[in-house]
């Protein structure tokens, strides 16, 4: 009779034992983590490279989205101001230079406010607000009682009315600010030279309270308007520059690039009151 042994088991691997590949670790799990990095830091990058399109202003960005931005037909544009060359070639002929490091700004320093310098008996203020407001209410003694503003800046729409505590609602901006003004080549300059700039109609805008006070001194690198009316103001900007012989920096000059790029055609502006 035949004895048959009990065959005998092959023992257990222990657990941690290798068993052809290593436990717990996928062979895709260790490139998740670097993927997530990759797809992060070419989302930075694209975002810094779209807004530095817009001239870091995100306001810009969205509305190249979604169409934002709307042509503003200004009263300074439709008051038989003279127009020469593109503000483009204008451009090319303004000093590029690192701003005046002096101090010494202060708004008297440009004399009184709203001076009277083309002599029609209107101060300055009355003049550009019956310049760029629309159904206007005048008094006989050239004040504007009241009228409606379209802000280029922003589009918003301004009911304005004279008084102690409305009348603030619709500031007179300088297109080219008057400390930006001073540090660009006014600091040397007489004060009557310093008022005629501080109230050439060319360098003077009705504007809202809030895109006023929000511009406040900003240059073309730090401060842009709604996209509807950048060709405009900055072809502002660069005529009074010009005009009264000012610098830019390297930094309004690429801003105010970017923005030509799509305007080519977009005209300079003549100022009546600049000397040469």
């Known amino acids: 009779m035949a004895i048959f042994k009990k065959a005998r088991r092959a ?4 657990a941690s034992g290798f068993t ?3 436990r717990g670790v996928s062979s895709s799990s260790g490139y998740k983590p670097t993927l997530a990095i990759i797809l992060l830091v070419l989302l930075l990058v694209t975002g810094a490279l779209w807004l530095r399109s817009h001239n870091w202003d995100l306001r810009a960005g969205f509305e190249s989205i979604t169409g934002g931005g709307r042509p503003v037909s200004t ?12 503000a483009s070639q204008v451009l090319e002929t303004i000093t590029v230079a690192k701003p005046y490091s002096g101090g010494g700004y202060k708004r008297s320093a440009f004399g009184q406010a709203w001076e009277d310098i083309d002599g029609n008996g209107c101060d300055q203020r009355n003049d550009i607000l019956a310049r760029d407001l629309t ?22 729409i301004i009911s304005f009315r004279r008084g102690e505590k409305t009348s603030e609602a619709v500031p007179i901006d300088h297109v080219v600010a008057l400390s930006n003004a001073w ?34 001194n900003k240059d073309a690198a730090s401060w842009l308007p709604q996209t509807g009316y950048r060709c405009e103001y900055v072809a ?9 012989h000012l610098t830019i920096t390297s930094a309004e000059k690429r801003a105010m690039q970017g923005v030509l790029a799509t305007c080519p055609d977009q005209p300079a502006y003549r100022s009546s009151f600049a000397r040469g």
């Open 20 to 22: 052809g590949k290593r």
């Open 236 to 244: 502002r900007q660069i005529s009074v520059k010009a005009a009264y």
């Open 183 to 216: 540090s660009s080549g006014a600091w040397q300059w007489s004060l009557t030279e310093r008022t005629l700039i501080a109230n050439d109609p060319l360098n003077l805008q009705a504007a809202g309270q809030f895109s006023n006070t929000t511009k406040s």
């Open 11 to 14: 023992p257990r691997l222990p």
């Open 135 to 156: 159904d206007l209410d005048l008094s006989k003694n050239c004040k504007v009682l009241s009228g409606t503003l379209t802000d280029p800046y922003t589009t918003e």
């Open 75 to 86: 009263g300074f544009a439709g008051s038989g101001v003279e127009t020469y060359s593109t």
